[in-house]
Antibody
Framework: QVHLVESGGGLVKPGGSLRLSCVAS????????MSWIRQAPGKGLEWVSY????????DYADSVEGRFTISRDNAKNSLYLQMNSLRVDDTAVYYC????????WGQGTLVIVSS | EIVLTQSPGTLSLSPGERASLSCRAS???????LAWYQQKPGQAPRLLIY???SRATDIPDRFTGSGSGTDFTLTISRLEPEDFAVYYC?????????FGPGTKVDIK
């Protein structure tokens, strides 16, 4: 059974940093693209970033380009999102998901950027 | 970047009625790489349709996806009480893999 479990969210001041993690189980992690998607409180879904299965290619939404870095450790079945220079409008629930579209999502981790 | 527009913003219907949700893309979606999700409050999105018209695992056949190019539709043939939710389309043919703003289907 596929499971994705995010962690690392919390309260951070504007300009600060956080690193989100997502641990995967129940499938061959190294065979799949992985994505981060976020949802601000009361708002819609926003695709943030994805990484190729072998980490050779990554891409980002314009809103996070240059501030966020996606990475993965296939040996640990883990996906990461390093978030720097955080802004108030980065406040959201961050989901990891398998693939470019996905039947499998984590439960999400809440990031609050506030002074 | 492909911009997705969903209409209507809100659809007020009664159980048993038919729902038709539209998703329009600012440019052609490659290979009909268009997905539909359902989201209920406090839950992660649930994949309904991928490849514009393929139902995901365990999705009831009252959910049908159609369309190609720039115009896509999600049809719910007869609304069940559990279908009242927000629906999002997503294109995954070209990065960034954008989502539409959503259509809320609520009870009339």
């Amino acid at each position: 059974q596929v499971h994705l479990v995010e962690s690392g969210g919390g309260l951070v001041k504007p300009g600060g940093s956080l690193r989100l993690s997502c641990v995967a189980s129940g499938f061959a992690f190294s065979d799949y693209y992985m994505s981060w998607i976020r949802q601000a409180p009361g708002k819609g879904l926003e695709w943030v970033s994805y990484i190729h299965s072998r980490s050779s290619y990554t891409d980002y939404a314009d809103s996070v380009e240059g501030r966020f870095t996606i990475s993965r450790d296939n040996a640990k079945n883990s996906l990461y999102l390093q978030m720097n220079s955080l802004r108030v409008d980065d406040t959201a629930v961050y989901y990891c998901a398998r693939g470019r579209y996905s039947p499998y999502w984590g439960q999400g981790t809440l990031v609050i950027v506030s002074s | 970047e492909i911009v997705l527009t969903q209409s209507p913003g809100t659809l007020s219907l009664s159980p048993g009625e038919r729902a038709s949700l539209s998703c329009r893309a600012s440019q052609s979606v490659a290979s009909s790489y268009l997905a539909w999700y359902q989201q209920k409050p406090g839950q992660a999105p649930r994949l309904l349709i991928y490849g514009a018209s393929s139902r995901a695992t365990d999705i009831p056949d009252r959910f049908t996806g159609s369309g190609s190019g720039t115009d896509f539709t999600l049809t719910i043939s007869r609304l069940e009480p559990e279908d009242f939710a927000v629906y999002y389309c997503q294109q995954y043919g070209s990065s960034p893999f954008t989502f539409g703003p959503g259509t809320k289907v609520d009870i009339k």
